[in-house]
């Protein structure tokens, strides 16, 4: 039997936004995306993830509403550090919350949080999410100021951006590729000794994700756009079992 999401090792969280993405083109009612959370569910995920933008671009306030009334699995809302979303989240009290740095004029969350810069407001911030009994996540760049800011904040959870390593990836520029994943591995080994949970996601494919699947401190990986794209091609329950599987391997070797 497969082990249940809470007993996994490394779990799965697939990023619904972009379902979202495709039913906003048109203004349409479909693709409906809590209908592909409840999917990925029976596919093998462990947890759904979806970010609220301040724009509201893709995922929106009803979606949100509906996830959380209608997911059994966990729900990891992504959200700025922004009073609007703090409102939100307090409201919904989802299982976890990650804060992510958000800009308007930007096409995906580029870069991580600076959390060293804001540490007072972010402490501030997150403290009644925690008492709400989120579990408080902060995307950050695999930088040890970083790490150790939100540690000093009280977050439980720190996500690694993988999204240099998989730019160099697909630029071909190997030696670069491979400098960021060296890095990333000694900042979740890092992470995880000052006690943080290790999460790791952004622009993770089949091609990259055994690495970042095989460092034993990360618990969670948090992927999106393109299982959303590989689903036109295979279908979204067979996409997301085939990424399964993949982390599994590499987890196993
Ligand atoms: N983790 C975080 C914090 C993100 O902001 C995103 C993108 O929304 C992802 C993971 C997933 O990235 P992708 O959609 O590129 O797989």
Not at 174 to 182: G, K, N, S, V
Not at 209 to 231: D, K, S, T
Request: with cysteine.
């Amino acid at each position: 039997m497969p082990p249940s999401s809470s007993t996994r090792d490394l779990r799965l969280g697939v990023n619904i936004d972009h379902v979202a993405t495709v039913r906003n083109a048109r203004g349409s009612a479909y693709p409906d995306p809590v209908r592909a959370a409840l999917l990925a569910e029976e596919a093998g995920a462990d947890g759904i993830t979806a970010h609220l933008r301040e724009d509201r671009r893709h995922i929106s306030d009803r979606d949100i509403e509906r996830l959380v009334a209608e997911l059994t699995l966990p729900l990891n809302f992504e959200m700025a550090a922004t009073e609007e979303m703090q409102r939100i989240a307090l409201r919904h009290r989802p299982h976890a919350v990650c804060i992510v740095p958000e800009r308007r004029e930007e096409r995906t969350t580029e870069g991580g949080l600076e959390v060293a810069r804001e540490e007072n407001r972010l402490a501030h911030f997150i403290a009644p999410l925690r008492e709400a009994g989120c579990r408080v996540s902060i995307f950050i760049a695999a930088d040890p100021r970083q790490i150790e800011a939100a540690h000093r904040i009280g977050a439980a959870v720190v996500e690694l951006h993988t999204g240099a390593y998989c730019d160099h990836h697909a630029a071909g520029e190997f030696a670069a590729r491979d400098a960021e994943l060296a890095r990333l591995g000694e900042m979740a080994a890092f992470a995880h000794g000052l006690g943080l949970e290790v999460h790791a996601g952004h622009g993770l494919t089949y091609d990259t994700v055994a690495p970042v699947a095989a460092f034993p401190q990360v618990r969670e990986l948090n992927i999106g756009h393109f299982l959303i794209g590989e689903a036109i091609f295979r279908g979204l329950g067979p996409a997301i079992a085939e990424m399964r599987r993949i982390m599994d391997a590499a987890r196993a070797a």
